[in-house]
Every structure is written in C-alpha cells, then in structure tokens.
C-alpha cells in the first residue's frame, strides 16, 4: 500500500458524504488509502480492495511465520531432511 499523501488524502466526514464517488475513484486509482475524520480526529480509512486484500495476506504470513518461530523456539520443529521427506511424499501423490 502506497503512503498516504497528506495533503489529498485526509478528508472530513462531511467532504466524504458529499463526492463518495469521487473518493472511491481517488482510492481506486492511487491505490492510497483516505483517512475520514470527524472534528478533526481520525475515524475511518478507505482502501481499495485490492490493497485490503495484500495487506490481509501478509499478515496471514506474519502470523504463520510468527507461529512457526514460537515452534522452533520451543523446540517443535523437524530437521530439513524429514521435511523434504514429506513434501516430496506430498508431491509424488499429486502425480
């Protein structure tokens, strides 16, 4: 996801309400999220689905990868040439 922009990308609740179109199409095209606010706070951000997907992928692989160090670290893990074992298994089924 790109950084945001400062100054295009910040945009009070009211200004959202009143051009949701062009907003959606500024997203869209950027590929930088909106932040909405409310008083002057942050309340909402706007993304475009593609970027909301790739950042939910990444964490999923964080987490994954988190895991698996949780797992080392505790000792849960299998050496490389039990590994390589099961996934050639894996594989010669798939053939």
């Known amino acids: 996801m790109l950084r945001i922009n400062y100054e295009q990308d ?7 309400r009143a ?11 950027t590929k930088r999220p909106i ?3 409310q008083h002057g706070r942050g309340v909402a951000v706007l993304i475009d689905v593609g970027e909301f997907e790739t950042m939910q992928s990444r964490l999923e692989l964080l987490d ?3 895991k698996a160090e949780t797992q080392i670290a505790q000792g849960e893990g299998i050496n490389q ?7 050639m298994k894996r594989i010669a ?3």
């Not at 910040?10 to 959202?16: D, G, H, N």
């Not at 051009?19 to 095209?29: A, N």
């Not at 040439?81 to 996934?87: F, G, M, T, V």
């Open 19 to 29: 051009g949701v179109s062009s907003c959606i199409q500024q997203v869209t095209k």
């Open 81 to 87: 040439e039990d590994a390589k074992q099961i996934i």
């Open 64 to 66: 994954e990868i988190y």
């Open 93 to 95: 089924k798939r053939i």
């Open 10 to 16: 910040i945009k009070p609740l009211s200004e959202f």
């Open 35 to 37: 932040v909405l606010t």
